[in-house]
């Protein structure tokens, strides 16, 4: 346990959410919750991607479960999974020291900023699904990366403008960390409940299922009729439908990469596809709020 | 006239380290310009840097700019004055312009008349009105690569700017940057003193940020992370890996270096050195320590950013925590590894793409077993080495498919190498997997003479052979696939270990495999011939670097390469030859022969000179030289014996004159004047075949 000088108690994974909830609350943020489409990252919901177009302010914070069938590794490996959660922080504009807001955030859970080493490390961030980019650093302690820190500079293919910061701590690694496990399976989620109990049987599952078994016909299949109906709804105006079968896709595509069922240009050519549908709905909702494109 | 010390501490979020170091450096230059345009003096100008701030010292700047009176050019002399001598109004706007009365100007005799002149008086201006507009364009015009854009206004620079301290003496000074403006208020190291902090005046910013926890100056951090780390090692009886780049790198990422010594398990060291080596130093920037043997020692040196004493524990145990994992992950994709056989993972390369739709590397592998094995015949190797050759290059692709390569990418081929070894494959072939892609930069080390290069001249020349068929342009700065890299370790292998390979042919052969992938991939095929032409003109302008490197003149390796021979290993020879008799009267001859008969042999591309049709004595003479002296010329030539070769060419000079001089070329009959051209023609190949002596004319004082 590396947290308890502070604090005095022992953080559970579900204290750290509490925590940090508690926390970017006090900062003026939404404590918002996941949305309800399998995504890659959390920047994928939609409070996050259409908010960050146009000129309005926008602060939320919320856990986002992610799926990267890609990284699955069968529970095998101590720290990567297909399955995980992200703390996710929008800040739109963001204050001039929001590197020390979230080094506080850090303290509140117990992390010194004096009795550990906080650093931040150039990482530039992108999403080519998404059409989005961004400058950072990703954030180390003591040696360990534990979030992303992210200026938008681009988002569905747009140029931005006020820019958000967004925040992503990685739960899992922050959690272990605080709890000295080395492996994340026996993280204590709340007394008596590991994650290894909620969730490696999914992990197992899941990496034989986007490894081995999936049926590629059938997600190719899924992925074209999915993009048919995210343009055929766009064209009405309806970009967040447009958007849901925009991140079906993304998951499909996701899947067939884990496959292995893509060459490397056809691989280009999916991301550019969904690419192409995140982008029409990116510009719709500019368009539909009046926003300069 | 009164000087002070001058202060400038830009402020922002961390800038990415490897622009640290450039951008301490510009912001000097870019000032000491500006201060000098600006017409002030100073003595000494200083920058340093940390992740979160620029700072520009300059001691002893002087509080005003000094005056200037500039002569300006006005009307001409029957412009500014009527018929009756009285000013015009062109004459009097001038005068306006420049603040002067119309008597004040004078009149100057030019080629095309007369004209007006005035002078224009620039008084100096005092130093504190004159640093805001410049410092603020020193900052903001300072080159960022990668430029992140914030704020309202859509500012541009690393990082975002948070805060700006500039002073003169103790004078604020109000610089706007970024829509920030400057004043007296910095902030000292994030972990040590979060809190602002004032500065009295520049020459106590030293002190007063020192006790705030941040060492500013670079060369100190560097200097203590260094030091820090050669004490921290000698603690197990060891030293830390060398390498500067890595040095820097940490120096840039941190205000407050404290280093510190980290543990792992001994069992961890049954990995390769490199890939304990590359955990370390690549993924979490430690320094590895080394013994004496320069094997790897069971700890390293990792740099912390803040305190040497509080919470030293928790760092230590966090990062020995980090790299376990990391070694762990390692371990296991080791043992994994280890349980195919390099061999058996062949298969698997049908499945990863090269260069795009270029084929697989199961594709690629079959091409470089066949272009090696090509080379090394050309080269001159026995059967056994070649058949050496065709192993290693057989497996050289197969540790891209294994875990550890795929996770720790720039092990490819170390691990290739390593894996075969141990597997029991022969320790030359083991030898030229592992180091198939040296070198990898332009200071990196060559692969060993013998197979080692060979199989490294294969795999560079068919991804370029590949490249090119695909019609990828290189230019500029756009080389993504580090082609001119590729192309500077073909020419430096051969040349530095003098294999006797035909450029021409060795390109032959890679564009006919290369060609094959590329249209299977159905991609728009490029004429073969042009692509041919376009990848020896690639590769010879890296073979002219390497001779200007090695300290030729230009003119030199372009007049050797311009000889059109194209077992290129012979070139260096060839420079040195010619080198050798550069400023001698033999250098003369030789150019002068090759200049006189290569004029008009060139008229002709036939050879075949009649002996019958000499009649002058002259011409017979130097048909004779030249048909007796053949095979000795010839011998002299392909032994490489290119001085004495010089000094042969070099006593042709007389008979080539006395032909010249006494024998009318071009003669009425044409039967005479064909053979004659022929003649010349044949004389000029011996010279032509050494060099293109029109780049060494400048060397013989004729242009």
Redesign the interface.
């Known amino acids: 346990m590396?947290g308890d000088e502070v604090l005095g108690a022992f953080l559970y994974f579900q204290d750290v959410i509490e925590h940090l909830e508690e926390f970017w609350k006090e900062q003026g943020c939404y404590i918002g919750e996941p949305y309800d489409i399998e995504k890659g990252a959390g920047t994928m919901n939609p409070l996050t991607f259409f908010r960050a177009l146009g000129p309005e302010p926008w602060n939320m914070a919320y856990v986002e479960p992610c799926r990267r069938p890609q990284d699955a590794r069968y529970g095998?490996?101590?720290?990567r999974m297909g399955y995980y959660f992200q703390f996710q922080v929008i800040k739109k504009p963001p204050p001039?020291?929001i590197?020390?807001v979230f080094?506080n955030s850090l303290e509140r859970l117990g992390i010194?900023?004096?009795?550990?080493?906080?650093?931040?490390?150039?990482d530039?961030w992108e999403s080519p699904t998404l059409g989005a980019s961004g400058?950072g650093?990703e954030v180390w302690?003591?040696?360990?990366e534990i979030t992303q820190f992210t200026?938008f500079?681009e988002m569905g293919g747009i140029?931005i403008?006020?820019?958000s910061v967004e925040l992503t701590y990685g739960l899992e690694r922050l959690t272990s960390?605080i709890q000295?496990v080395?492996n994340v399976w026996d993280i204590q989620m709340s007394p008596g409940l590991t994650y290894g109990e909620m969730f490696l049987e999914q992990e197992k599952q899941g990496s034989r299922y986007g490894f081995e078994v999936a049926d590629i016909d059938l997600l190719r299949r899924h992925f074209t009729d999915y993009e048919q109906e995210s343009k055929r709804i766009l064209k009405d105006g309806l970009f967040l439908p447009a958007y849901d079968y925009a991140l079906k896709c993304s998951h499909l595509f996701n899947l067939l990469d884990a496959r292995?069922a893509l060459?490397?240009?056809e691989r280009q050519n999916y991301i550019a596809r969904v690419r192409g549908l995140t982008r029409g709905c990116a510009r719709k909702y500019c368009n539909l709020r009046g926003f300069e494109v | 006239m009164m000087t002070h010390n001058l202060l400038l501490e830009v402020g922002s979020?961390?800038i990415?380290?490897?622009y640290l170091l450039p951008a301490i450096e510009e912001i000097r230059v870019r000032a000491e310009k500006a201060l000098a345009d600006a017409r002030l003096t100073w003595s000494e100008a200083t920058s340093y840097g940390t992740?979160r701030r620029l700072v520009l010292y300059v001691t002893d700047l002087s509080d005003r700019s000094s005056d200037i009176t500039v002569k300006v050019r006005g009307p001409s002399r029957k412009v500014a004055y009527d018929s009756e001598g009285m000013p015009t109004k062109a004459l009097q706007g001038f005068c306006r312009s420049l603040g002067i009365d119309v008597s004040d100007v004078v009149i100057e005799p030019e080629a095309n008349g007369e004209y007006v002149y005035g002078f224009k008086h620039e008084p100096g201006q005092t130093v504190t009105e004159i640093l805001p507009t410049i410092l603020s364009e020193v900052v903001m015009g300072m080159d960022c690569p990668?430029p992140?854009?914030?704020?309202?206004k859509?500012w541009r620079w690393f990082?975002?700017i948070?805060w700006a301290v500039c002073l003169y003496g103790e004078e604020e000074v109000p610089v706007e940057l970024a829509g920030i403006t400057s004043g007296r208020t910095s902030y000292g190291s994030?972990?040590?003193h979060?809190e602002s902090l004032e500065i009295p005046s520049a020459s106590e910013y030293f002190d007063v940020i020192a006790r705030a926890g941040v060492v500013v100056d670079h060369n100190r951090r560097r200097q203590i992370i260094s030091e820090g780390a050669c004490s921290l090692a000698k603690e197990i009886s060891g030293r830390p890996l060398e390498d500067e780049g890595l040095l820097d790198e940490v120096t840039c990422?941190?205000e407050h270096p404290a280093p510190f010594r980290g543990e792992f398990s001994p069992d961890y060291l049954n990995l390769p050195q490199e890939v304990l080596i590359t955990v370390m130093r690549y993924h979490?920037r430690y320094f590895p320590i080394l013994d004496d043997a320069m094997n790897v020692l069971p700890g390293f040196i990792?740099v912390?950013?803040?305190?040497p004493n509080?919470?030293m524990d928790?760092?230590r145990?966090?990062?020995e925590?980090?790299?376990?994992?990391r070694l762990?992950?390692a371990s296991?994709f080791y043992d994994q590894d280890l349980k195919v056989p390099l061999g058996d993972r062949l298969d698997e390369l049908k499945?990863v793409?090269f260069l795009?739709?270029a084929g697989t590397l199961y594709d690629k592998t079959q091409r470089l077993i066949e272009l090696s094995a090509f080379l090394g015949e050309e080269a001159g190797f026995s059967y056994e080495q070649i058949e050496k050759i065709k192993m290693a290059a057989h497996l050289s692709k197969c540790d891209l498919v294994t875990l550890m390569v795929r996770e720790l990418p720039e092990l490819e081929g170390i691990m290739g190498g390593h894996y075969a070894r141990v597997q029991g494959v022969d320790e030359e072939v083991a030898k030229a997997i592992a180091q198939q892609y040296l070198p990898r930069g332009a200071s990196d080390e060559l692969p060993e003479k013998g197979i080692s290069g060979i199989l490294a001249i294969a795999d560079k020349l068919d991804t370029l052979a590949v490249a090119f068929c695909l019609g990828v342009e290189v230019s500029g700065s756009q080389d993504p696939l580090g082609l001119r890299r590729a192309a500077s370790g073909v020419a430096n292998i051969i040349l530095a270990h003098g294999y006797d390979i035909d450029l021409d042919r060795a390109i032959e052969k890679a564009v006919v495999l290369g060609g094959q992938a590329v249209r299977i991939a159905e991609k728009a095929d490029e004429d073969v011939d042009s692509v041919n032409l376009k990848l020896k003109r690639f590769i010879l302008s890296r073979v002219e670097a390497y001779l200007t490197e090695k300290g030729y003149p230009a003119e030199i390796a372009k007049a050797v390469i311009g000889s059109g021979e194209t077992r290129i290993s012979r070139l260096p020879a060839m420079a040195e030859a010619i080198y050798s008799i550069l400023g001698t009267d033999m250098l003369i001859d030789v150019v002068t022969g090759w200049r006189r008969t290569a004029v008009l042999g060139s008229k002709s591309s036939e050879r075949d000179v009649r002996g019958e049709l000499l009649v002058e004595e002259p011409e017979k003479a130097l048909f004779s030289w030249v048909s007796e002296r053949r095979e000795t010329l010839d011998r002299l030539f392909e032994d490489r014996e290119y001085a004495l070769y010089l000094e042969e060419l070099a006593s042709l000079r007389m008979l080539i004159d006395d032909c010249l001089d006494h024998v009318l070329i071009m003669t009425e009959d044409e039967e005479l004047r064909e053979n004659r051209i022929k003649l010349l023609g044949a004389v000029s190949d011996l010279f032509t075949r050494m060099a293109d002596f029109s780049y060494i004319l400048p060397f013989t004082g004729k242009m």
């Open positions: 590396r095998d490996n101590p720290n001039d020291n590197i020390e080094i010194s900023r004096v009795e550990h080493d906080i650093r931040f490390v150039e530039n400058l650093w302690l003591d040696g360990m200026y500079q140029e403008q006020p820019i960390y000295d080395d292995g060459s490397v240009s | 979020d961390e990415p380290a490897r992740p990668h992140l854009r914030w704020g309202e859509n990082r975002p948070r994030r972990s040590l979060p990422l941190c979490q990792g912390r950013d803040g305190s509080i919470g928790n760092v145990k966090g990062n925590w980090v790299l376990r994992a762990d992950d296991f499945r793409f795009g739709e």
